[in-house]
């Protein structure tokens, strides 16, 4: 066999044979032999692992060559013009709406970075489903948005590819691709085979391949050229898809594809035999076309009534209704199975089957930049959209498949071209409607709306799957894609069949999820399925709709709009008939959810807004606009009764949906066409029709009588009222709203901006967020409108973020501008808007807190009444709604209601009844005949008022109403009560005459039945407009409801005598607003000033009310001087009735209970603020003392401490111990101390890097190392402090408790099972009173108060006789305290100390756990701690004062603490260090040397350390002269380390010099006074040695080429001992008291030598200050120096080479700080978001910085998890002892860790607006604002997160 020689040999020679084979004209042989050795390789019934065959393509294809090199040639021959680089979920892609013509363009980072975007629009983003470059693409986006390279156009210069090079590829590529296809043919299994299914497996061993595919079409234009030919040639797919006769494993596996593609279709096999059988009956129902499908619902029998056979029945209904559909489509190809023609259409079928795997599509995908390929794989995927949809919903990972999908379709459908194309060859509309259609009927369910057992209309049940989990969104995303371009939309609009289509699938959504209130108990169980259907309704129903309106905007598109109206109205009137619908809504059900209504109401808008179409000729009669008002008008009562807590027992979710249906994203499709088909309707029907149904609809009807007393069928009392303000609310915004009624697109966006900024102060993001979408698109700006910012700044102000550190960190902010609150503030749209009602209350309380400000008005203000914009001409009958009868009837009784204080009225009943009334007045009626001349007609015998116009009824006075009241109101009574004055009597006497004989009156008293009048109205109009009138008579049975149930008290008819009219109501009303009688004087009127009447309270409300119908209407003006005029008292008198006494006591009542609360308050606020003054100052300067001074022969008061607890006040005692609340943390801030002020910069390229070297935690280690290499361990470690890194620091609140306390709080807290943020177990707690995070308690020894003399007198002792006292002192054994509770605390708190730092910041010595290690570690605590407020003072002490900090200090009680731990170990007097720094010392040589390592020359020992050790085992408390001289002996140390140090600087020339001119100063009178004798004698001492000076001689004559004079030195050594003075000085501080002055800079090492009693005062400022002049020697001086120099010089040779290290101090280090960040956010992301991590060598999935040291570690990454514990707490352990500051890259925040517990600290990263974006999510360029990054280091450096940062939880070592 050829092909068996052929695999033998080696591949490259036997592929190059080949190709000469085959480049010959006569290649029949090399054909032969090529399919011969591809039989051979490329056999599918090997395993796929099997990488053989795939590297034999490889080598075949590249023609000998390497395959990376063929790579390389074929590129070079590319010549596509577009990106096309397709990326999956997760990727960063740009986004730029200035250049994007489709929304859905998209931008790979680096186009986005090569093109020219500055100033645009453009977001980042994170890809959801994935996406493609579109950069090239002139269908997608604008060319000047084209970067650089796709600018050029490539393809122009190419050289044509030759012919040998691909010619491999086209020969061995169809024979790869059908043998992966047969791969999957083979590892495909139905879902349903018993076989445990796994097609991930399949793919896994098909990974090369499919990878080698993608490699290829990443070759370039070339290649893709080649694959396009072979996926698209039908001819190949023919000959290679059977596989040949003989081969039986081919024609298996060609008979396993024809399976897997039997149910392809929309309609199964099966079904299709069903149809024969079921056509007829479907077909014989009457109707015709596709809106059968709603007839087509019926059950099929009538008897099938039991439950089981019902739902039976409704399957049957599906399945019938699916084959009618069948019947129904053009297009017959999507309904039955798919036939394949070519290898693309096949591997397009199992990239279906196997759910769309990422390798697959993306391959499918990266061939797109093909133009040919691009439009036959359209055509392709629309061919098999059915089978997708089919697919979609039988897969368990809906969500993955969905994202897949659209990132394929959206690369086809967004281009309009391509759109088009498919639309007009493979009717893509037809089939994406039938598709739809098919997809919901899969859930429908009968509705339960109106009539439940007859109703024949189906909804979607949005408890399935389908829509729970919006697994419909691919198509429907798909759907509105292609409805956005404008060809294709005119094509859905021309098509009358789809259209109808349409309008079913959209009804099947109408009425879903009906609600049903539950009367009896709560629901078990609430339903969460409202999610589901809002968003079916906005994505499947209203997204379409805005997407149709956007291409109906001009008047050529007229003939669309009148044929979507025509067919929402038929569609509309099946689903009426359907739910068997009359007049009245069935009570107690409402849905939200009603989109025919919706999109008739939107295209009527449109029709009339831009289309200049006349409103009439689109509306239906009168009775269909009856029915269409009926449902939207349930839902605003249903929204009261909501809210008037009515629906309670149907859960919170009732509450949920009342919000969402008028929440931001929804309102424009949803509340908005509401109110405007029912403000239509309004305007077109009877208006006293209208009102009546208002009021029936919100069940206040029994409540509007005249009577005082009534009986409500429907509604509880307590309902009633917020019933009552809902309907009448409601009226005011369907009579004043206007926005589809007239106004601009820009008043509109105004408008919506003026009321969400008047709520709250908003952010930009949310802004855009909170405004509707539509009608004003917020992305791109739409020509001729105005933009979003410009409205913006037109009007708000913008708030800069603010900074309180240690407040919230604000945003910035939109607040608007004055004149907006004048005058444009909009109750009423604010109203319509809000999502909570806490919401109007607070835009309320802004209007007033602004009204204050500006001194318009004090009191509290009316809602504003605001001038509306006029209304379009065909919407003028909207006015007839505010000149009707009804409606002036129920004003006038609720006037007289409120003045005569009936029960449920309130202001805001009020208010509203005003604000209609000056609707009225601002809206008349023109055509009016003039209404002046007085009405003759006294007795109206129809109707209260003589006409329609509100302004002459006004002044018309109604004398005798009749009302039906119980028995038991008071008009009723027969006496009167003996107690009300006469007129109340007359009153009561007149009714009762009145009832007596009340036939004559009859005509006089009106009666007003709301309900009866509509009914009347109602079957006039149904008469008029019906001759069916008879079928429709109302059913009697709802009637019935308004009969009040018999067991209430009966019903009488009493007649009142009224005499009033609304003007003179008003006018009462007045007096009683205002209090006064006679409130408004006769002529009143004529000294109006009206300009203040806009902004005021109700008195305001009705003085403008009065002053408009006075000035519109002589006859107004006339009464109401009139009324004015008669001051006669008013009717009630005030205090006679019983109901007003009883509203006078209320109110006095009220404003007593408001005095007594503002007493309270006060009273309050004056007790908090002493007590916090005194909280603060429990140990403020002058008590300090008090706390230091120890048992003392002088006797005094002892120091008070009230404990928080029990709140006690008392002495801490042995017994019974008080503490002070602590937090003890480890810190490292002093150990990230660099010697320069500048801060590190983060590296944002490979090029920069971090060095941790020249910090002060490595420069201490490695000084500590070194000695302990050559000297005695136990010497080090008294001659370093540790705790640079990892010390512990320790602070207070300030507040003390007793210990016992304590400890029964803590085990209150244990047995507190609620979740603290902190853990009681590691003793964790809060401040009991301020609440301050604490894990310790610091014990306060027993002190007495302020001793005077002995401690503090300046003593006259010479220096030589202290030194001996000091020596003597310190001589003496630490006494073991004797056991007390104290000593227990004591020591516990030392554990505590020693737990809080980690173990290896603590065993610094040779042997762990020696007691030097523990000492070293013990005043290492003190040192940390005072070095740490001198960072908080700045690093130095000029600012003097007790600064915040040492308010609370507890360095005081820290330091007995320390103290008595330390007394327990003493110094070997051999080795005391005092000896060595005051005496000198007799030749030891004899017994000093003979160990193996000296001890640490005293030149090396660092001095502040001594110090502490000194003041910590010297028995306390210290007398103060011991102190001061403890300090000046150190000093002197100090003084001669600088000089020595010094010297090592100096150039050997130099040197010499000082020595000679320092002998000579050596013995003038106070030689030991003078730097240069002393700089003399220690050169010449240490030159002795030449190892000392020798190293560096090169370099110091480098480095020094400036001589050194005298004021330098002196200025260098006054630098080199102010760290040991400022330590020293706040030492004293602390101990004693002491104050410390300010000072300026340059005068801070005089003003600390003064204080130190270094110097006895301060030098006059023309004499400058020698720092040797504070030396004080208790020997001869130079003896002591030569005894130190003797000490380094008589070092052995090895060590002598490190000496001048050790002898050079550090400088000063610089005050700590995080790393400086680069301004721009993008420059961090970019670098870092794809870096791979330094230890797992991956792209980490959450990257994160460092901001300390600069580290790059994973989050949560548990590729880097050590031991359980993930890098980023690992990470904040090592760098920062367990506090670590951490940038999340990909979420632009900030995380804390301290501990074990971490919080988000919020972001220093901010946009354009001052807002952040967490995640990342809006995408937009962010910027570095340095106050917010300064706050954060002012934090840590303070160590005050815990404080701040309230947010706390565990992270259980999972960061």
């Known amino acids: 066999m050829m092909a068996a020689s052929l695999l033998r040999r080696d591949k490259k020679a036997t592929t190059t044979r080949l190709k000469a084979e085959l480049n010959r004209t006569d290649n029949h042989a090399g054909v032969r032999q090529l399919k011969e050795l591809l039989d051979a390789v490329l056999n599918p019934e090997k395993p796929a692992a099997d990488a053989e065959g795939l590297d034999w393509c490889k080598c075949l294809i590249a023609g000998g060559d390497g395959f990376e090199e063929f790579c390389r040639t074929v590129r070079s021959y590319d010549n596509a013009a577009l990106c096309g680089l397709v990326w999956t979920a997760n990727f960063v892609a740009y986004r730029c709406r200035t250049c994007g013509i489709s929304p859905c363009m998209s931008l790979c980072a680096e186009c986005f970075n090569n093109g020219e975007h500055t100033g645009h629009d453009f977001n980042m983003f994170r890809s959801q489903a994935g996406g493609a470059c579109d950069c090239g693409d002139g269908n997608v986006m604008r060319e000047s948005g084209f970067c650089r390279r796709h600018r050029l156009k490539t393809g122009e210069n190419i050289p044509s590819v030759p012919r040998d090079l691909l010619l491999m590829s086209e020969m061995v590529l169809p024979r790869f691709i059908i043998c992966v296809i047969q791969y999957l043919r083979d590892g495909y299994t139905e879902p349903d085979t018993s076989t445990e299914r796994d097609l991930q497996k399949v793919l896994q061993q098909l990974e090369p391949q499919i990878s080698f595919l993608e490699e290829l079409t990443k070759m370039g234009g070339a290649m893709r050229t080649v694959l396009t030919k072979i996926l698209t040639n039908q001819q190949t797919f023919k000959e290679l898809s059977m596989g040949q006769e003989e081969n039986l494993y081919a024609k298996n596996n060609y008979e396993k594809y024809l399976s897997a593609l039997k149910n392809s279709g929309l309609v199964s096999v099966e079904e299709k035999a069903l149809a024969g059988a079921s056509e007829l009956p479907a077909g014989a129902d009457g109707n015709t076309g596709a809106l059968g499908l709603i007839g087509a619902t019926a059950p099929s029998s009538p008897d099938e009534s039991s439950k089981e056979e019902d739902q039976d029945g409704g399957q049957s209904v599906g399945q019938r209704k699916r084959v009618k559909l069948s019947s129904s489509t053009k297009d017959s190809s999507i309904m039955d ?53 089919k697919t979609l919903m039988k897969s368990h990972e809906s969500d993955t498949m969905s994202n897949r999908i659209v ?11 391509l759109a088009r194309h498919v639309t007009e060859e493979c009717q893509l509309l037809d089939i994406m409607v039938t598709v739809l259609l098919y997809m919901m009927e899969s859930c429908l369910i009968k509705s339960e709306l109106q009539d439940e057992e007859n109703s024949r209309h189906v909804v979607v049940n949005c408890g399935e799957a389908l829509l729970k989990n919006n697994t419909y969104w691919p198509l429907v995303s798909d759907f509105i894609n292609i409805l956005s371009h404008q060809s294709v939309a005119k094509k859905f609009l021309e098509d009358h069949s789809l259209l109808m289509l349409w309008m079913s699938f959209v009804s099947f959504f109408q009425g879903m999820n009906l609600n049903k209130r539950e009367l009896n108990e709560h629901v078990e169980f609430e339903s969460q399925t409202y999610y589901a259907a809002f968003a079916a309704e906005l994505e499947a129903c209203a997204q379409p709709m805005w997407g149709l309106l956007t291409h109906c905007k001009v008047k050529e598109t007229q003939e669309y709009t009148k044929t979507v109206v025509r067919y929402c109205l038929e569609a509309l009137q099946i689903w009426f008939d359907a739910i068997g619908f009359v ?17 008739y109401a939107m295209f009527l808008s449109k029709a009339v807004k831009c289309q200049g179409l006349d409103l009439d000729s689109l509306l239906p009669d009168q009775e269909m606009l009856m029915k269409i008002m009926v449902h939207p008008l349930q839902i605003q009562a249903s929204l009261s009764e909501i809210h008037s807590n009515m629906w309670v027992r149907n859960g919170l979710q009732i509450k949920g949906q009342a919000m969402t249906y008028v929440q931001s994203h929804f309102c424009n499709s949803m509340i908005d066409p509401d109110i405007y088909l029912l403000q239509v309707c309004a305007s077109r029907l009877d208006s006293d029709y209208f009102i009546s149904s208002v009021f029936e609809r919100f069940k206040v009807v029994d409540l509007l009588t005249m009577a005082s007393q009534h009986q409500n069928a429907v509604l509880d009392s307590e309902q009633e009222r917020p019933m009552l303000e809902g309907a009448l609310t409601f009226l005011v915004i369907l009579t004043s709203l206007r926005i589809h009624l007239g106004m601009a697109d820009d008043e509109i966006l105004r408008a919506e901006m003026v009321s969400q900024l008047c709520m709250n102060d908003r952010t930009h993001s949310s802004l855009l ?52 609150w004048q005058k444009e503030f909009d109750p009423i749209m604010v109203v319509l808007r809000t999502v909570y009602r806490r919401d109007v209350q607070s835009a309320m309380d802004r209007y007033s807190a602004f009204l204050k400000q500006s001194g318009i008005h004090t009191g509290n203000p009316w809602p504003p009444y605001k001038e509306r914009s006029p209304l379009h001409p065909c919407y003028k009958g909207l006015v007839k709604l505010l000149h009707c009868k009804t409606l002036h009837i129920v004003i006038f009784t609720l006037l007289y209601k409120i003045w005569m204080d009936h029960q449920n009225m309130s202001e805001h009943v009020l208010c509203m009844v005003l604000y209609l009334i000056e609707l009225g007045l601002d809206n008349l009626i023109q055509d009016n005949k003039e209404d002046e001349e007085p009405c003759i007609e006294e007795h109206c015998h129809d109707s209260w008022f003589p006409g329609t116009n509100l302004l002459s009824n006004l002044h018309h006075v109604i004398n005798f109403v009749r009302v039906r009241v119980p028995e038991t109101a008071p008009e009723v009574k027969r006496e009167p009560p003996p107690s009300t004055s006469s007129e109340a009597s007359t009153f009561v006497q007149n009714s009762r005459r009145l009832s007596g004989n009340w036939r004559e009156n009859l005509r006089e008293a009106q009666v007003f039945s709301l309900v009866a009048e509509r009914r009347r109205k109602f079957q006039e109009i149904i008469n008029r407009s019906s001759t069916e009138a008879s079928q429709v008579v109302r059913p009697k049975s709802s009637s019935t409801r308004w009969v009040p149930p018999g067991s209430q008290p009966q019903l009488v008819t009493e007649i009142l005598e009224i005499r009033e009219s609304m003007l003179s109501l008003l006018i009462k009303l007045h007096q009683k607003l205002s209090a006064k009688q006679n409130s408004l004087s006769a002529n009143w009127l004529d000294d109006m000033d009206t300009s203040r009447h806009t902004h005021g309270d109700g008195i305001t409300a009705i003085e403008r009310i009065l002053t408009k ?33 009883k509203t006078m006591d209320k109110e006095e009542r009220r404003q007593r209970a408001r005095e007594r609360q503002q007493k309270l308050l006060a009273e309050f606020a004056s007790r908090q603020k002493s007590f916090m003054e005194t909280a603060m100052d429990v140990e403020s300067p002058d008590t300090d003392a008090a706390m230091d001074l120890g048992a003392s022969e002088v006797m005094e008061s002892e120091v008070l401490y009230d404990c928080v607890i029990c709140g006690q006040s008392g002495p801490s005692t042995e017994d019974r111990p008080t503490g002070l609340v602590v937090l003890l943390q480890a810190s490292s801030v002093l150990g990230h101390r660099c010697k320069s002020d500048e801060a590190k910069k983060l590296p944002t390229s490979d090029e920069e890097h971090i060095y941790a070297a020249d910090t002060c935690g490595v420069a201490h280690d490695l000084r500590l190392t070194l000695m302990q290499r050559f000297f005695k361990d136990s010497s080090c470690l008294q001659s370093v402090s540790i705790g640079w890194d990892g010390g512990v620091y320790v602070q207070t609140c300030g507040h003390t408790l007793h210990i016992d306390c304590h400890k029964s709080y803590m085990e209150s807290l244990r047995n507190d099972q609620v979740l603290q943020g902190f853990s009681v177990d590691k003793g964790e707690f809060t401040c009991p009173l301020c609440r301050q995070f604490a894990n310790s308690v610091l014990p306060c020894r027993p002190g007495r108060g302020t001793e005077a003399g002995a401690w503090h007198s300046p003593t006259n002792k010479k220096t030589c006789v202290l030194v001996k006292e000091v020596e003597d002192l310190q001589e003496q054994l630490g006494l073991f305290p004797t056991e007390s509770n104290l000593s227990k605390e004591m020591e516990l708190v030392i554990k505590d100390i020693k737990n809080t730092t980690q173990k290896k910041y603590m065993d610094y010595g040779k042997n762990p756990g020696s007691p030097d290690n523990d000492f070293l570690f013990m005043y290492s605590v003190a040192r940390t701690n005072l070095e740490l407020e001198l960072v908080h003072r700045g690093g130095n002490l000029c600012s003097g004062g007790a600064s915040a900090a040492a308010k609370r200090s507890c360095l005081n009680q820290l330091f007995h603490v320390l103290a008595m731990h330390m007394r327990l170990y003493s110094i070997d007097s051999a080795y005391n260090p005092w000896t060595r720094v005051t005496q000198v010392a007799q030749s030891r040589e004899a017994d000093g040397f003979d160990e193996e390592r ?30 001061s001289c403890v300090v000046k002996m150190l000093y002197n140390l100090q003084f001669i380390q600088a000089l020595a140090s010094l010297s090592a600087k100096f150039s050997p020339e130099e040197r010499k010099a000082w020595i000679t001119s320092g002998a000579l100063k050596k013995n003038a009178a106070n030689g030991e006074k003078s730097f240069e004798a002393l700089l003399g004698h220690t050169i010449s001492k240490l030159a002795k040695d030449k190892s000392v000076y020798k190293p560096n001689t090169e370099e110091a004559s480098m480095l020094s080429s400036s001589v050194w004079s005298p004021q330098s030195i002196e200025f260098s050594l006054q630098q080199s001992c102010l760290p040991f003075l400022r330590l020293s000085s706040l030492l004293q501080h602390h101990l004693y008291g002491d104050g410390l002055n300010g000072c300026q800079v340059e005068e801070e090492f005089s003003s600390l030598a003064v204080c130190l009693g270094l110097m006895a005062s301060a030098p006059q400022p023309s004499n400058p200050m020698h720092s040797a002049s504070c030396l004080e020697w208790a020997v001869d001086a130079f003896d002591l120096v030569t005894q130190w120099c003797a000490e380094v010089t008589g070092l052995s040779e090895t060590q002598a080479d490190h000496s001048l290290t050790l002898l050079v101090k550090d400088p000063e280090w610089a005050a700590p700080c995080l790393l400086q960040l680069p301004d721009n956010y993008n420059i961090i992301f970019q670098y870092y978001h794809r870096k791979a991590c330094t230890a797992c060598k991956k792209v980490p999935k959450d990257p994160a910085l460092c901001l300390i040291c600069g580290t790059f570690v994973c989050l949560k990454g548990l590729c880097c998890k050590q031991q359980g514990v993930c890098e980023c707490i690992l990470h904040s352990q090592h760098c920062g002892a367990a506090t670590g500051i951490f940038l999340l890259i990909n979420a632009s925040v900030i995380i804390i860790i301290r501990g074990h517990r971490f919080c988000l600290w919020g972001s220093v990263y901010l946009d354009a607006h001052g807002e952040e974006d967490r995640d990342l999510r809006r995408g937009k360029p962010l910027f570095l604002c340095k106050e917010r990054y300064r706050v954060l280091e002012q934090q840590w450096v303070s160590h005050t997160f815990d404080h701040i940062n309230k947010r706390w939880g565990p992270h259980y070592n999972g960061l």
Not at 352 to 376: A, G, H, R, S, W
């Open 337 to 389: 199975s798919l036939k394949h023609k070519c290898f693309l259409e096949e591997l397009l079928f199992w990239t279906i089957k196997y759910e769309f795997p990422q390798k697959m599509v993306t391959f499918l995908l990266n061939m797109l930049p093909d133009q040919d390929y691009k439009i036959t794989f359209t055509k392709t995927f629309v061919q098999h959209y059915a089978f997708i949809m």
């Open 407 to 417: 990132h394929i379709s959206v690369q086809l459908f967004s281009n309009e071209e």
């Open 583 to 599: 007049d009245e809504p069935a009570p107690n059900q409402v849905t939200f959810h009603l989109p025919l209504h919706r999109y």
């Open 769 to 820: 967020d909170l405004i509707p979408e539509n009608p004003n698109p917020k992305s791109g700006i739409v020509p001729g409108s105005c933009s979003f910012e410009d409205m913006l700044s037109a009007v708000a102000d913008f708030k800069a973020p603010v900074f309180e550190p240690g407040g919230s960190m604000q945003q910035g902010m939109y607040t608007p501008k004055a004149e907006v």
């Open 1109 to 1141: 119908a006075a000035t519109r209407s002589r006859q107004s003006k006339c009464s109401i001087q009139d009324i004015c005029g008669k001051v006669c008292p008013p009717v009630p008198p005030k205090k006679s009735s019983p109901t007003d006494k």
């Open 1494 to 1523: 000296p001890e640490v020359p005293m030149l090396f020992r660092d001095v502040p350390s001594l110090l502490i050790i000194f003041v910590l085992t010297m028995p306390q408390p210290l007398r103060k002269e011991h102190f």
